[in-house]
T-cell receptor
C-alpha cells in the first residue's frame, strides 16, 4: 500500500476484554515496530520485528501484551484482559532497510480506550 | 539508558515568524542519530529532519534547521517563516547506532505543542 495502515483507528473495550490491533506495513518493509503513546506523552517502544522474527520485546509492559508477525508482513498486537492503564494510542512503524539511513514510516495509530 | 528531554510543553509563534524548539538528551554513545518528528492531530508521525552525530554541519530542510551542539547534548529545531500548517506536536527523538539485530528503536521526548497565531 501507499503507507502504513492500522486498524481499527478507535477501539473501546471494557476492562477485562481482549483486543487485537492490526498493522499493515508498507509492502517489502523489513523492520516493524510497535510503540505505545499515552495521552500527552511521547511514544514508547514496545517491540521490534525483523521480517517474521521478534528480535526485541523488551518494551512490552506485561505478559498480557503479545505481538506477532507470522509471515513477515502484517503484524498484530494483542492485549489480553485489558486494564484502564492500557488506554493509549498504539503506533506501528516500518522501514525498508536495516541500517542507519532506514527512515521509519508511521501509521496513524489505533486509539484504545479501556472503560 | 538514553533519555530525551523537551522542556517546553507548549510554544506559540506568530505566522511568518521564527520559532525555536529545545531538546536535550543524555547518552554515553559517541555515534548516534537525532530526529525531529511532527505529529498533527491525525496522529501520523512525520519525519521533519535528521542529524547524524558524526556530522558537524547542522542539518537543514527548507524552512527547518537544527542547532546541534554535541558537547552540550543539545539539539534544537528552528522553524523559519512559520505557517499555519506547522501547528502540531513536535517530538525530538534519539536513536543509538544499529546493533547486530538492526534495531532502529527510537527514544522520544515528551513533545512540544506548537501553535501558530494568524
Amino acid at each position: 500500500g501507499a503507507g502504513v495502515s492500522q486498524s481499527p483507528r478507535y477501539k473501546v473495550a471494557k476492562r477485562g476484554q481482549d483486543v487485537a490491533l492490526r498493522c499493515d506495513p508498507i509492502s517489502g518493509h523489513v523492520s516493524l515496530f510497535w510503540y505505545q503513546q499515552a495521552l500527552g506523552q511521547g511514544p514508547e517502544f514496545l517491540t521490534y520485528f525483523q521480517n517474521e522474527a521478534q528480535l526485541d520485546k523488551s518494551g512490552l509492559p506485561s505478559d498480557r501484551f503479545f505481538a506477532e508477525r507470522p509471515e513477515g508482513s502484517v503484524s498484530t498486537l494483542k492485549i489480553q484482559r485489558t486494564q484502564q492503564e492500557d488506554s493509549a494510542v498504539y503506533l506501528c512503524a516500518s522501514s525498508l532497510v536495516l541500517g542507519a539511513t532506514g527512515e521509519l514510516f508511521f501509521g496513524e495509530g489505533s486509539r484504545l480506550t479501556v472503560l | 539508558a538514553q533519555t530525551v528531554t523537551q522542556s517546553q510543553p507548549e510554544m506559540s509563534v506568530q505566522e511568518a515568524e521564527t520559532v525555536t524548539l529545545s531538546c536535550t538528551y543524555d547518552t554515553s554513545e559517541s555515534d548516534y542519530y537525532l530526529f525531529w518528528y511532527k505529529q498533527p492531530p491525525s496522529r501520523q508521525m512525520i519525519l521533519v529532519i535528521r542529524q547524524e552525530a558524526y556530522k558537524q554541519q547542522n542539518a537543514t530542510e527548507n524552512r527547518f534547521s537544527v542547532n546541534f551542539q554535541k558537547a552540550a547534548k543539545s539539539f534544537s529545531l528552528k522553524i523559519s517563516d512559520s505557517q499555519l500548517g506547522d501547528a502540531a506536536m513536535y517530538f525530538c527523538a534519539y536513536r543509538r547506532p544499529i546493533s547486530n539485530f538492526g534495531n532502529e528503536k527510537l527514544t522520544f521526548g515528551t513533545g512540544t505543542r506548537l501553535t501558530i497565531i494568524p
